[in-house]
């Protein structure tokens, strides 16, 4: 059998919770994202089926159509994190369909890419419901925008969301290691109503804080991304 760049799946069929459908949201609006995608995640790009035939399915990726696994960084945010809490996928690889570029239902023929060493943040929801403790299928959340570049501008955007919607954020070890700290939230709980209220909420004062972490942050992506390829050469090769 040949081998493929994707986990093995011990489950089926998928049923897929919510379609893919056309953009929800403006390309450029972060709110919204973070609103409304299932988990808002920090995710590095192990591979994608592009040219890759699938030996059970026959389905063969194409640049218009494809599938990607994602290791998950960090889970930022979610609708409900409460419930979606136990998912099971921070620290996961995993399967991320719905990915294409040159779509005719997007603005301008856009679409969501997935490059493998790339570091994301990404916008997903959970596309299908498996067994319990097994690690579930996922999806963009649209198909037509993909994954923010991760830097601190668009790092910052999700943390101005998230202090002002501090229920909607992940906490210590459920958001993920140390690294996976956002600039004007904190990391280890929940902030209390009346602090909430204090959590800094303009850019000015997420960019402020002490520039130290920029450089933990930039050798830890370096050593994500390191460490993503040579897991992509592995897998691919
Ligand atoms: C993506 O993965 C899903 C779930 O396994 C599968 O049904 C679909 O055919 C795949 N799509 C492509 C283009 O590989
Ligand atoms: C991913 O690679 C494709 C070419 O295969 C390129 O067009 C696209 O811009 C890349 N995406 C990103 C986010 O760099
Ligand atoms: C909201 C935001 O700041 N988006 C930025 C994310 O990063 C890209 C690439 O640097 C910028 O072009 C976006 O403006």
Redesign the pocket.
Known sequence: MRPTAFLPLVFAPLALAQSQSAPQCQP?D?DCFVDKAQYTVLGSVLGNNIGQSNSVTGVTGTEANYNATIRIQCVYASTDPVANNGQNILGKDVLVTGFGTSRRACPNGGGATANATQSNIFFLFVANTPPKGETPILSVFDICTGG??Y?D??L??VGQVLAQNPQRAFYGSARGPSDCKINGLPQDAAPTPSSAATVPTSTSAANNLPGAASNVKASWVGSIIAGAAAIAGAVLA
């Open positions: 450029t972060v923010l570049t830097n501008p668009n910052s955007a």
